[in-house]
């Protein structure tokens, strides 16, 4: 059984910096993973916030772009984003997403392509 859970949201102000990172477990695509980062403001559609799979690939929404840094420990699959300069557009609730390799073969990081999800970690950024 895939379990995903994300630790490490808070309230910060406008400028500041929080780490988010997701535990992952029971999760099969070692080799051929793709792993990503959505957010969820309220009454927003949710969006794909960063993306990296395993043949090197990155992505990030123009919107963090130059702010949020993706990783994944290779150890443990622990799947990290590192925000800083943090905006209060950047209030959401944050979502860890997990799936095979052809999930992010999309330009952008869709939630219709992942099947296994965290419980989200809520982001709140005051100005």
């Known amino acids: 059984q895939v379990q995903l859970a994300e630790s490490g949201g808070g309230s910060v102000q406008a400028g500041g910096t929080l780490r988010l990172s997701c535990a992952v477990s029971g999760y099969p695509y070692h080799n051929t993973y793709c792993m990503a980062w959505f957010r969820q403001a309220p009454g927003k559609e949710r969006e794909g916030v960063a993306k990296?799979?395993?043949?090197?690939?990155?992505w990030y929404a123009d919107a963090v772009k130059g702010r949020f840094t993706i990783s994944r420990d290779n150890a443990d699959m622990t799947l990290s984003l590192q925000m800083t300069s943090l905006k209060s557009e950047d209030t959401a609730m944050y979502y860890c997403a997990a799936d095979r390799l052809s999930a992010c073969m999309t330009r952008r990081v869709l939630p219709d392509n992942f099947d296994y999800w965290g419980q989200g970690t809520q982001v709140t950024v005051s100005s």
């Open positions: 990296i799979f395993s043949n090197g690939g990155l």
